[in-house]
DNA sequence: TTCATAATGCAACATTGTAGCGTTAACTGT
DNA sequence: ACAGTTAACGCTACAATGTTGCATTATGAA
């Protein structure tokens, strides 16, 4: 779908796995989302795409997909897990919570790259910062409607 | 249990709760502990000490303790929550996750006090700092044992 | 002691995710 | 183009964590 960028087909391939119908959606899914996706979401988006799809298959596609390093995925505060595209190589960055439509953002501005002090006799693999608050677009609708669409 | 901290019974007196079996209980338990345990690891301390409960009581006994603060409420990466006691006025300090025994631990020391530059548009609520590695004791045991205690 | 009701205990249900396993279809090699 | 191998699918069952409804109990107050 994307125009220079590797097709998602081409991506599945170039990491060793089979295309199929669902994997190929899941990743334009992503990849046309501007935030992370949970699997309902995904599943959700698949529907409206008319893409068939299991349940199973779509979790274990999402799961490829993060092992292989195309995906990533994000804990949610409501214990459901966010998939996202994997935008730059690394994927390191804070990502934003919102209270009130309850999507994940990634702050791919925010590195969490201050030292940290910790008490001895840690050690530290990878930290995660995780911002809480309310996002811009329901920032905008704050004071009219009182709950959007998302979830909690 | 504490020698000149309130009881666990006046705690929950002072915030207009009814003092119970199951609320006393899980209180000293997790005031017990020197990392927040999830709801499973209460029931079983409460079994330990011969503490009939029921496993719907304790959920809401732990819910009831964090909505009133005497207690707070960390995200486990195995989606399970953690329930500390607080023991600082305003709980606001990073957390550690072993990711060998998959406990979590208090980092009082560090807190996520650092001016975040977010992109523009967002409402900042509140900064959570979550570390991921190995813990101490865990460090010690990584040359013998290959799963020591804990899930995940 | 009595009384109002907060809190309990139990059963049923919801959500998110996994495991097993027979079947299908994507790739490989010819 | 065809056949064979096996990765991936699709289905059913199950697990873990937590929630809801409601009748019953027992805490704290009068
Ligand atoms: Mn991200
Ligand atoms: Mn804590
Ligand atoms: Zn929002
Ligand atoms: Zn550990």
Redesign the pocket.
């Known amino acids: 779908m994307s125009s220079q960028s590797p097709t998602a087909a081409d991506l599945i391939?170039n990491h060793g796995?089979?295309?199929?119908?669902?994997?190929v959606a899941v990743v334009d899914a992503l990849d046309a989302s501007d935030h992370p996706l949970?699997?309902?979401e995904v599943a959700a988006n698949l529907s409206e795409a008319d893409v068939?799809?299991?349940?199973?298959?779509l979790?274990?596609?999402l799961?490829?997909l993060v092992d292989k390093g195309i995906a990533h995925r994000v804990a949610g505060s409501?214990?459901?897990?966010r998939y996202g595209i994997v935008r730059e190589a690394p994927h390191q960055h804070a990502h934003f919570h919102c209270s009130r439509c309850g999507n994940v953002f990634c702050l791919e501005q925010v590195q969490p790259a201050f030292a940290i002090a910790l008490p001895g006799g840690y050690q530290l693999d990878r930290a995660e910062l995780i911002l809480h608050g309310v996002c811009p677009s329901c920032l905008l609708t704050v004071h009219a409607e009182p709950t959007p669409p998302g979830?909690r």
């Open positions: 391939a796995g089979r295309v199929t119908r669902t994997r949970t699997h309902d068939p799809h299991d349940r199973v298959t979790y274990r596609a799961d490829w409501d214990r459901a897990w979830p």
